[in-house]
């Protein structure tokens, strides 16, 4: 046993309690002060017992995680930083170290598996710290840190970006990763605050917390421009903002310039930085300042660090050494070295670089075997391995976007490609594998490594393994395959979004599914999540024979048990609410209208449905592309809905159809009140909003009202049809009264993010839903259905019903325009018979459908393609 050293832990992490009652950490839920903070990291670390263990901590980016993470720091425990989501890499690292306790966060709190009561380890007094180098490798190659370098390196960070407690930063990066860890380390060093958050940039709900939380900073790495581009920062408003770091792999010069430049007219400041692991995460930064005019620049030694250029052996060239407070102690490769002390004083970084005549460093090159993909280290060495592991001869090569492998041989290049972008943490794209005769050599005889990276440049999917295998049971297709064929597209990036490609409602239902099969489970906010964060992830929980939960005061509360919800989660399983709710309401309208039943409402319910998921999928981006998806949005509509009244009408099947009818004009232009003519009235009033929406904002002023002020946005659209709710001023809808009301709640339902907003709106519904009809159990329908809508995020559902109920919640609108010309066919004594006909006749009108219009989409944009191109 190692009894517990005199020896400080971190010292931000043990003077916690030094900032009072300023807040520490804000969440979506609640507000944490300093003191309170605090008192949870003692609870926590009394939990850890008196003797020193070694902690293992699968991070989040979560409360109970981070109080782990000081807990450990403050109390002199060392901490082995596992990677998110666990799999593979995780379970390689439990394996090879074998700590003595586990935490992972569960259901808000921080579940210990305590595999020891006395370390079996020798720990050496200053080892604080393990992180791994190479990013979610597999390897267990770790990187040691002590408590004075973590300490120093946020004191650093702090001085140069002049940090005060007046600040707020948000978590965009994930704690298990040093850049991440970095910048919570550094703003609770000075008092300052963190927006405690896990949601991506390209999500709504981020740029709400960042205005709600008046957020002064963010941390991005390259791929996270791409990212801003797409949801029009630029033209955000964001008065609060101070500056942004940039570090995590190489930013192009004329992107460094153009976002400086851009900070410079907004009032923020762009920090570009430069670091490793093995410096605990930043050993340069370059003054915002110089940006524009340096953009290939990565500045000078952060405070307390030095550098210097050492030439390289054989090469004209210098490597970039760097000295300070913050380098680590030493590599980790098994248990024994974690007793070791500091083996390394200065830290050759592997890169090539030199100093213009202003001071500023510059990188040339790299003299390793390394390249950093969306801020991860990868080792090419070590992919080598894994192939070779595989039974595959192979050469590694590989730049800042993708890791590029010649593979001897014939092989399922497709299935190893997954697999090892799965092992490396990489997305799924970030991984090309070329098949080849034999390996690429130079005339000495070694792997000529720039003739494999010559080979990305080939676009056969044959050989780069871009090709996915058929989804089955046993091996799901990647999100890359679902969205390629659930959307028609054919060019999807890493920072795609579902959203981003064009979907909306009527698709959104058929990708859930199939990434459900697929991953395992549903992210929440899947649809504006960038398709390299979809990649699928192994369950993480684990079974084990007991584990002990930390409560609130840090006591262990008894045994977990693992397997009593086993035959719960094999039979149900949550599914979205709104999906649930479209796939009963569609059931409920058809056998209303053949008289099977009668229940009224749920058209209307299904009115605030299309407002909720209008918010979520066709709110993001710039004006023009959130334009053009609502127009593609209407489109998909309108054709299909036009199609079966064209039909009726042209002399096929009925008399009781118009030319009013036929351009959805009959609220406008029909008969007032409810008539024969009538039955099309939710596809023609829904087609009028949208419509409407679309013109209003593409209006500058109007747009930037609505990203500005989301929530009060959708609250006026609901105080606009107040009058014709309350019969001030008459209406002309047919019989079904004014609907937009409604479309705003279901809006305003998706834009609240608070749980005072939420109740503002249900109090709307209680105030205005029984005004809406004389019939109150109709109106207690509509008003239940939206409540369930607002408050309840998914249903628990049968699993066995799952498929179907995601086929009737996709196909709802074409069954809604079928069912009229079905039902009239079959005998009105079966009308259980006609029920289950029209719901199949829609079923198939909408695979059918849907099928035509992808094709008809994927045949324009290849043309738009064909003309941008001229043949040479």
Known sequence: MTVQPELAGVSFAADLAGFGDRIAIRTKNQSVSYGELARRVEDMARTFGPARRLIALEAENSLPSLVVYLAALSS???????????????????????????????????????????????????????????????????VRLSAEAVQANASAIAEYLHLRPSDTAATTLPLSYCYGMSVVNSHLLVGASLALTDLSVVDPCFWELARDENVTSFAAVPYTFDLLDRVGFEHMDLPGLRYITQAGGRLEPDRVRSYAELGRRQGWDLFVMYGQTEATARMAYLPPDLAAEHPHAIGVAVPGGTFRLEPVPGLDADELVYSGPNVMLGYAEQPEDLALGRVVTKLRTGDLARCGSNGLYEIVGRRSRFVKIVGLRVDLGQVERLLADLGLTAAAAGSDTAVVAAVEGSHDLALVAKTLAQDLGLPRSAVQLHAVESIPRLANGKPDYPAVLALASRNDDSTSGTAT?????????????????????????????????????????????????????IPQGWHLMPVCELAPAPHRAQSKPATATAGPAGQQTGPVKRTSRGWYRRLLAPMETGIVLRAIAIIFIVSTHIGFFHWEGTAHILIAVAGYNFARFQLIGTRGARLRRQLRSV????????????????????????????????????????????????????????????ALLAIPAADRAQRRWPWAFALALIAIDLPLLFELVDSRYPGQGPVLWLFGLGWAAAASRTLWQRAAVTAIALLTTPESFDDQYRSATILVGFLILLWVPTLTVPRGLHRPTALLASASLYIYVTHWLVYPLVDPAHKGLAVIASLAAGIVYWAAATRSMGMVEKWLRRRQVATAVPNS
Do not use: C, M
């Not at 901490?79 to 090879?96: K, N, V």
């Not at 306790?101 to 007094?125: C, F, K, N, Y």
């Not at 990036?493 to 489970?521: H, I, K, Q």
């Open 76 to 142: 002199g425990n060392p901490l082995l930083i596992l990677p998110t989501g666990g799999g593979t890499a995780a379970q390689t690292l439990l394996a090879a170290y074998d700590p003595d306790i586990v935490v992972r966060a569960s259901q808000g709190e921080a579940v210990l598996d305590v595999q020891r009561d006395e370390t079996r380890h020798d720990l050496h007094p200053e080892l604080a710290l393990l992180l791994s180098t190479s990013g979610s490798t597999g390897s267990p190659k770790l």
């Open 469 to 521: 295998a058929p989804e089955t049971a046993a091996q799901p297709a990647d999100v890359w395959t679902i969205f390629a064929e659930v959307l028609e597209q054919e060019d999807i990036t890493d920072t795609d979004t579902f959203v981003s490609l064009g979907g909306d409602s009527l698709s959104y239902v058929a990708a859930s599914v199939r990434l459900e099969r697929a991953l395992g489970y």
């Open 635 to 694: 489109a998909r509509i309108v054709v299909p809905s036009v199609a079966v009244i064209v039909f009726a009408f042209a002399f096929a099947v009925t008399d009781t159809y118009t030319w009013a009818n036929v351009f959805l004009l009959n609220p406008l232009l029909g008969p007032e009140g409810w008539t024969d003519y009538s039955r099309f009235w939710f596809i023609e009033i829904l087609v009028h909003i949208l419509l409407g929406l679309a």
